[in-house]
């Protein structure tokens, strides 16, 4: 693969990560403050969506690429600011995992409260306190990747 094609997919991949996880956190941040179920409902789908159709790949493409690249300029994986992005990104993954984890089953809170026209559950704001700080280090960690990067 050419080298200016494989550097912009990797580019393209850890903005996506920042984009979409940035964007997720702000729009599923206001929809939780609005205290309309309609609203949650629809956001944290959405925030589940955005997850599976952009980061989903943007997590698969960054380390097949960032390797692929790697590899093609003979860096070797202990260079200090490689391994410092590697531990970053292994550490982020991790995270982001359970936040996922943790959206999904907002999704079903939020959609069982809608359904059975009830408040939602303290255990919904008990996930969001989770998955804002699980965000938070995973947000920064990408961040601390990307300056690595360039």
């Given amino acids: 693969m050419e080298y200016q094609l494989l550097l912009a997919i990797h580019i ?5 990560l920042l ?3 940035g964007g997720s956190a702000f729009y599923k941040f206001i929809a939780d403050r609005s205290n309309n179920i309609e609203v949650i409902v629809h956001t944290n789908k959405t925030v589940v969506l955005v997850d ?3 980061t989903t790949p943007a997590v698969l493409l960054q380390p097949i ?3 692929l690249l790697a590899s093609m300029l003979d860096i070797p ?3 200090p600011w490689l391994l410092y992005s590697i531990i970053l990104y292994a550490f982020s ?3 982001w995992f359970y936040a996922v984890y943790l959206q999904i089953q907002m999704k079903h809170l939020a959609q069982s409260a809608k359904d059975k026209n009830i408040a939602l559950d303290n255990q919904y704001f008990v996930y969001v306190k989770y998955w804002i700080v699980l965000g938070f280090f995973s947000f920064f960690s990408m961040l601390g990747i990307y300056l690595l990067m360039i």
Avoid: H
């Fill in 65 to 67: 690429s960032g390797i």
């Fill in 52 to 54: 599976w159709i952009f």
């Fill in 77 to 79: 994986y202990n260079t």
């Fill in 12 to 16: 393209a991949s850890i903005i996506t």
């Fill in 19 to 21: 984009g979409a996880g």
């Fill in 93 to 95: 993954i991790i995270v």
